[in-house]
């Protein structure tokens, strides 16, 4: 009754909307630009009835929804294109490859983390929506076509031949296509969920997996049919939007292409399926209002951040209480154990930890003189700037406890201020950078603050429906000409280091590096460290003995802010300035999966995992570059739990255990069995009792 009641309302709400949109907005809303957005909106509403469904069934937001959907695309473009199907085969070509990838996404990666905390699986999806952005510029090669899919969708046209003008807009068979498919497919659906033993299924598994189980009900089957479905749902919209907006064959484009899904999906809740329909149709008639009345589609990122936040907000309480059921921490991580209190005071640990740090840092300093200018900037400097952002997620994620996949647009922002003092002002280097890093930790309290109401896996989504509008609109020098600095000459670094060195740069750019580094093993090992890592391991005990969790998570928003201020600041003096796409939404995914696959409590696994992936960058060519990040997050969590830091804790462990056994010293520590440590009850005791004042 009361689906019914609001779906009325809406009905009797949208007549009146348009009467007022069409007297207000400069250019009005004409029913034809009414009538576009009612057909790629209700593709939106597709593919967010796909991560609805996955959401309901397994408490997961599913950042591959979008990446699902644009593979197939992509595969039913050159279907047509190049081997010359047929239009209705390409589509059922797409579509069944869409469902049996969100298939075998289930039965590889989802049954395997089946009952692990639902963080560790989002994160896992985040690893998927590479390996499938990635897997896009593959299907052109296998299939002997090209892979600038700009001009393909061209070709790529419906059987039906229809052309009208309605409203002031030219239609053609692509639009009578979809509101021919969308209505039948999603009647169909409907039927399904509400008519068969399978649909009755899915719906008591997405109320609670455990006593579905518990009632005979086999929930992991229906775990594989509910991907399945999405993948197809995602697939369908993605091929049918192909002849009138692309192939979404660009790499940079997955988080921008999620976003009004995501949007869609979270305003109804992530729970109503028709809801989600209905919101996706609203986003995509809210789009088309927004190109025919400014011609600028930023606008449409910027409102979908206020929408998410606003609809985030407005449910806090609901989504939470399901989130505690079963969202759980960052457990897939591990910090790096103490040296054994038997062994701390030997001089072959001693002066073994010495040798081995001049070792390293000497192998830093003296890097540059084996590489080219070329190298030494996309290798090291560069690098260096991915190792801040690293380490400012090990702060933020590692040590309190909370996803944020915003840090590289963080990173933009202080970026532009850096250029800006440098550039226009003619402000000191050192100023301008210290600048840019209180920008990025006062960015980054602002985006703190809603962590405070909302939890878990939501505020990744918050801060990733940030990056979006801030990469897209803010930080777009089409926008905002005189305030993004599109040329920044380097300075001199104390009146005397030329900066366009390359050497000299690389080296500034090491100190830099090096003095964070030494900050936060600080702030670990100070009470606000340990007050972070009480907070994180139980919040509830840690407020019971006098921490306030607020103010601890807010610190750890402004330290992470900070360092990834400081990372901007390098990054604009190494591009010379900002340019339109230099913070891609994809570097979110990207800045994520580099501290997933370190580590993300791990200070040394974050730096390993950031050279791995600027490394695999800088080989590796085309969707290589995504597969093979994807991959390592993937491996990481379903077979190497820590990362990175994981093989070298084990590694540190065993050379403990050598030197315990030639001086014939029983360690008794964890330090002396592995290199992995566990937290228990105690463990987190003893942190809060450390980290609370007395």
Known sequence: MTSGRKALAGCLAAPIAWVVLNAVLPSGLPLGVLLQGVVLGSLTGCSALGLVLVYRSSRVVNFAQASLGSAAAVLSVQLFSTKHWNYYAALAAGVLAAAAVGALCDRVVVQRLFWAPRLILTVATIGLAQILSGAQLAVPHLLGGST?????????????????????????????????????????????????ALGVGIRATSSNAERAMLLGIPVRRLSTMVWALAGALSGLAAILAAPLVGSGGDLTAGPTLLLPALAAAVIARMESLPGAVG?????????????????RSSYVDVALFAAVLLALLAERSALSRIQDANTGGWTGAEETPPVPWELAHLPEIVWGRRVLLAAIGTGLVVLPYFLSPSQTSLIGTVTIIYALVAVSLVVLTGWAGQISLGQFAIAGLSAVVTGDLIAKAGADLIVAMLAGSATGALTALAVGLPALRIRGLFLGVTTLAFAVPLSTFFLNPANFPHLVPQQVDRPLFLSRFDLYNERTLYWFSLGVLALALVLVIGIRHSRPGRAMIAVRDNERAAAARGLNPTSVKLAGFAISGALA???????????????????????????????????????????????????????????????????????????????????????????????????????????????????????????IESATPS
């Open 148 to 196: 600038g899919l700009g001009g393909l969708q061209s070709g790529f046209r419906t059987p039906l031949h229809l052309d009208f003008t309605f409203g002031e807009l030219r239609f053609s068979g692509a639009h009578v296509m979809v509101l021919i498919a969308v209505p039948i497919v999603l009647g169909l659906f409907a039927v399904f969920l509400r008519s068969t």
């Open 279 to 295: 919101a996706g149709i609203a986003i995509g008639v809210f789009q088309q209002a927004v190109f025919w009345n400014t011609s």
């Open 565 to 687: 201020g400081l990372a901007g600041g390098l990054h604009v003096i190494a591009l010379d300035g900002v340019r339109a796409g230099s913070y891609a939404p994809n570097m979110a995914f990207e800045a994520f999966s580099m501290v997933v696959l370190g580590g993300a409590t791990s200070l040394s696994g974050a730096l390993a995992g950031a050279t791995f992936l600027r490394l695999a960058q800088y080989w590796l060519t085309g969707g290589w570059q995504l597969v093979v990040t994807g991959a390592g997050v993937l491996v990481v969590l379903l077979v190497l739990p820590g990362g990175l830091a994981r093989i070298l804790n084990e590694a540190r462990g065993a050379i403990f255990r050598v030197v315990a056994r030639a001086r014939g010293i029983t360690l008794s520590g964890p330090g002396g069995q592995s290199g992995a440590t566990e937290v228990d009850l105690a463990a987190i005791g003893s942190r």
